[in-house]
T-cell receptor, first 114, second 111 residues
């Protein structure tokens, strides 16, 4: 089954404790991205990657890191989480075309930072 | 001004009626537009995309794009209670393939 998977699905942690949220896709997509979703603000892009070893900042990158060592994986790293990073996080992937690159979303990770 | 604007709703329609969801955008250079459906606590699910002016139909769904007016809409015919969800409008943000989302419209279909 073609899908994007994320782990963990739920995480409660404390301020300053490093964490990693994994994302994996089995569709051989070139493009992967991380979004966060907050009430009243909608979905906002954190980081994206157009291919292996190519990553760049989105709209809200502060406090996050990513890596893209393999095409299928795109982990999101919070080196020192803070309460304002409490949010619902989605990983997404898409093929790379000239027009209309529809993105497929993972199931989401609900993160709470105390 | 937000890049993609939607009325947050809730938009309440009776079962069997047509639901009309609207979206405006500010960047005239926008090429592609997407409608996603999101059930509470779940991930966004692509319903339709459109990149040419006019209408595009898929089953009970019709997307309409008017680039001159910077306006995108989604019509849902014969609305069902299972259509009750938040509908997210998004435009593709240029060379980076970024999706720029509106904050969504909550649709409630009353049985």
């Amino acid at each position: 089954e073609a899908q994007v998977t994320q782990n963990p699905r739920y995480l409660i942690t404390v301020t300053g404790k490093k964490l990693t949220v994994t994302c994996s896709q089995n569709m051989n997509h070139e493009y992967m991205s991380w979004y966060r979703q907050d009430p009243g603000l909608g979905l906002r892009q954190i980081y994206y990657s157009m291919n292996v070893e190519v990553t760049d900042k989105g709209d809200v990158p502060e406090g996050y890191k990513v890596s893209r060592k393999e095409k299928r994986n795109f982990p999101l790293i919070l080196e020192s989480p803070s309460p304002n990073q409490t949010s619902l996080y989605f990983c997404a992937s898409s093929p790379w075309r000239e027009v209309y690159n529809e993105q497929f979303f993972g199931p989401g990770t609900r993160l709470t930072v105390l | 001004q937000k890049e993609v604007e939607q009325n947050s709703g809730p938009l309440s329609v009776p079962e069997g009626a047509i639901a009309s969801l609207n979206c405006t955008y500010s960047d005239r250079g926008s090429q592609s537009f997407f409608w996603y459906r999101q059930y509470s606590g779940k991930s966004p699910e692509l319903i339709m995309f459109i990149y040419s002016n006019g209408d595009k139909e898929d089953g009970r769904f019709t997307a309409q794009l008017n680039k001159a007016s910077q306006y995108v809409s989604l019509l849902i015919r014969d609305s069902q209670p299972s259509d009750s969800a938040t509908y997210l409008c998004a435009r593709e943000g240029g060379a980076t393939n970024k999706l720029i989302f509106g904050t969504g419209t909550l649709l409630a279909v009353q049985p």
